[in-house]
């Protein structure tokens, strides 16, 4: 069983920059796939980052301005998001996924606005 707590959304301005972090209890976030997804207003929920327990990572289509980390000793999953556009807001959400075990965390509004 894990547990995941996201935090760090908030209201920025375009081209501005936010770090969410999902800390995770219960087991540790290396042994997962860590992904972050994004779900905006009237859409479905879509993968924005994705951490692979080996290291590996892919940032899909915000490729050159967001950046998906991991802290072991924290236990911890970062989204550092950079240059961030309108069309970026939305709810964040982690999530762990190892075999048939998949665990979301309760999300986290971003909202980039002038």
């Known amino acids: 069983q894990v547990q995941l707590v996201e935090s760090g959304g908030g209201l920025v301005q375009p081209g501005g920059s936010l770090r969410l972090s999902c800390a995770a209890s219960?087991?540790?976030?290396?042994?997962?796939?860590m992904g972050w997804y994004r779900q905006a207003p009237g859409k479905q929920r879509v993968l924005v980052a994705v951490?692979?327990?080996?290291?590996?990572n892919d940032t899909n289509s915000v490729k050159g301005r967001f950046t998906v980390s991991r802290d072991n000793a924290r236990n911890t999953v970062f989204l550092q998001m950079n240059s961030l556009r309108t069309e970026d807001t939305a709810v964040y959400y982690c999530?762990?996924?190892?075999?048939?075990?998949?665990?979301w965390g309760q999300g986290t509004q971003v909202t980039v606005s002038s």
């Open positions: 999530n762990a996924r190892r075999a048939t075990h998949v665990y």
């Open positions: 219960g087991s540790s976030v290396s042994s997962y796939t």
């Open positions: 951490l692979t327990s080996g290291g590996s």
